[in-house]
């Protein structure tokens, strides 16, 4: 899902911009959660066989002979299917970097290959520096599902999620399979600082399968727009929560899951500010101590740029 949001927050400012509406390529999962209305989705079909699959990404591409080719996070592909494709690509080839494990780039030489293969980097993670070889990099802000215009203020937020004013939320959300989010609501939930305090707890899940009747909101998109409402966020440190919390100053515990791509450990460890990393039960209730029990009631949003989206498609259109 980050990937589509992602993509779909730099297509819009691009069609925002004046310019032609761009296509998306990608898969079926979690296009019908954004807004399509600046921007076309090549919808691939779903398929259990890789080859297939890399198939059919190749000739999406071929048929829309597309005058740039913006890759999102992964340099190679999903699949590693762009490995032999991109060195013949004709038009711009543009990377939008985030943050990737260090094991996976030494093991399959990303960097080399993003060196040789893309004509510009776009980082919209500053630390660590990715791709610093790179002749043609830029740095932008976190790109995210909303613009600062879009953003809301803590009590339209709470008008939306039907909170009271007055009492303290706190917000879990999970982005995996239905069955690691519920464990994962329910290990938050056992919590024994949660069942001697009068918190009122939001439970929002990733939209797999059927809503999880652990849930209170399966499908609201894009979260973000409500983060301004809760007092803390416990979920995982994946980079669209990490950095809306940051963009909403909004305290949050993240846990960091082990990722194929994703470094989320060192995404946290890397910040300074109101974001921290629990690991077990005991670093859990450590952090709602220090979050909960010894902050402020009100707090009010940092002042963190958040226009990346439009940062970056300001960056492509020049370029181009």
Do not use: W
Request: overall charge positive.
């Amino acid at each position: 899902m980050g990937h589509i949001v992602r993509s779909a927050a730099i297509a819009r400012a691009i069609r925002r911009l004046g310019e032609p509406r761009p296509t998306i390529i990608a898969s079926p999962g979690f296009t019908h959660m954004v807004d399509r209305d600046d921007f076309d989705f090549h919808i691939l079909a779903p398929s259990g066989n890789p080859g297939e699959f890399r198939a059919q990404i190749l000739e999406a591409i071929h048929e829309l002979s597309p005058r740039a080719f913006i890759t999102d996070a992964l340099p190679m592909g999903l699949m590693g299917e762009l490995r032999d494709y991109l060195p013949d690509f004709k038009g711009k080839k543009i990377l939008v970097s985030r943050l990737l494990r260090r094991d996976y780039r030494k093991e399959h030489k990303v960097d080399e290959f993003v060196r040789r293969n893309y004509d510009l980097v776009i980082r919209s993670e500053a630390l660590p520096r990715s791709f610093p070889g790179h002749p043609h990099s830029v740095a932008v802000p976190p790109i995210l599902a909303l613009d600062p215009s879009e953003m809301v203020t803590r009590q339209e937020a709470r008008r939306m999620l039907k909170v009271p004013d007055d009492r303290f939320l706190v917000m879990t959300v999970g982005t995996d399979s239905p069955d690691c989010v519920d464990a994962f609501f329910r290990e938050i939930g056992d919590n024994r600082l949660f069942s001697k305090n009068p918190f009122l707890m939001l439970r929002f899940a990733s939209p797999y399968g059927k809503p999880s009747p652990s849930s209170k909101h399966t499908r609201y998109c894009p979260l973000m727009k409500l983060l301004p409402g809760a007092d803390l966020v416990i979920g995982y440190a994946g980079y669209h929560l990490f950095h809306e919390c940051v963009a909403a100053g909004v305290p949050a515990l993240l846990n960091p899951r082990p990722r194929l791509y994703d470094d989320q450990e060192l995404r946290v460890l890397s910040s300074r500010g109101r974001v921290s990393i629990f690991r077990d039960r005991r670093e859990l209730e450590e952090g709602v101590h220090r979050h909960i029990l010894g902050a402020p009631k009100r707090r009010s949003p940092q002042n963190i740029s958040t226009g990346g989206a439009r940062k970056a498609a300001e960056i492509i259109l020049e370029y181009l």
